[in-house]
T-cell receptor
Framework: SAVISQKPSRDICQRGTSLTIQCQVDSQVTMMFWYRQQPGQSLTLIATANQGSEATYESGFVIDKFPISRPNLTFSTLTVSNMSPEDSSIYLC???????????FGPGTRLTVL | GQQLNQSPQSMFIQEGEDVSMNCTSSSIFNTWLWYKQDPGEGPVLLIALYKAGELTSNGRLTAQFGITRKDSFLNISASIPSDVGIYFCAGQLKETSGSRLTFGEGTQLTVNP
């Protein structure tokens, strides 16, 4: 299995500001993902973070709002830009090795936007 | 798109009882995964299933990959208070979905001591 850490674990932000969430995996992984989980809801995939190229975004999510970086095989960042209260959610980093179909999750970042 | 129907949405049981929850899909999957999420935490992988008909156990947990590849169930035997949490199923069809997981809506389990 892979151990994933995220920073920050939680934050309270003002409307209009941006927050960058960091994700670190303890081993090299092929695939990294970012999810959003709104209160009482299931997980929604934001994008697949591709190493060395632009992230692949799901319908309803755009790069200008959620820029993603993945400089290497163990690290990724997600930025939530120009935040509004509707962005209040838990943001989860996830990873998977291509040869396995097991996918692991970080502890999440709980974001509150005032 | 693919949809997963997970049921029941919530369960309230007494300690010691057995629990069963299931997921059904409109599409076939190659992999089924079951996760548990505690409050304030990320989902933790419980069981992974890779073959139609596969039955896999992990302690008091047992999960099966349906023979049609469109469903899966998770059983918890002799429940204890720490089983409380939200259980999610997730399916993956690698060939057509770009390796994305599709998640069920979750089953909220409450265990009364």
């Amino acid at each position: 299995s892979a151990v994933i850490s995220q920073k920050p674990s939680r934050d309270i932000c003002q409307r209009g500001t941006s927050l960058t969430i960091q994700c670190q995996v303890d081993s090299q992984v092929t695939m990294m993902f970012w999810y959003r989980q709104q209160p009482g809801q299931s997980l929604t995939l934001i994008a697949t973070a591709n190493q060395g190229s632009e992230a692949t975004y799901e319908s309803g999510f755009v790069i200008d709002k959620f820029p993603i970086s993945r400089p290497n095989l163990t690290f990724s960042t997600l930025t939530v830009s120009n935040m509004s209260p509707e962005d209040s959610s838990i943001y989860l980093c996830s990873c998977r090795q291509e040869i396995y179909n097991e996918q692991f999750f970080g502890p999440g970042t709980r974001l509150t936007v005032l | 798109g693919q949809q997963l129907n997970q049921s029941p949405q919530s369960m309230f049981i007494q300690e010691g009882e057995d629990v069963s929850m299931n997921c059904t899909s409109s599409s076939i999957f190659n992999t089924w995964l079951w996760y548990k999420q505690d409050p304030g935490e990320g989902p933790v992988l419980l069981i992974a299933l890779y073959k139609a008909g596969e039955l896999t156990s992990n302690g008091r947990l047992t999960a099966q990959f349906g023979i049609t590849r469109k469903d899966s169930f998770l059983n918890i035997s002799a429940s204890i208070p720490s089983d409380v949490g939200i259980y999610f199923c997730a399916g993956q069809l690698k060939e057509t979905s770009g390796s994305r997981l599709t998640f069920g809506e979750g089953t909220q389990l409450t265990v009364n001591p």
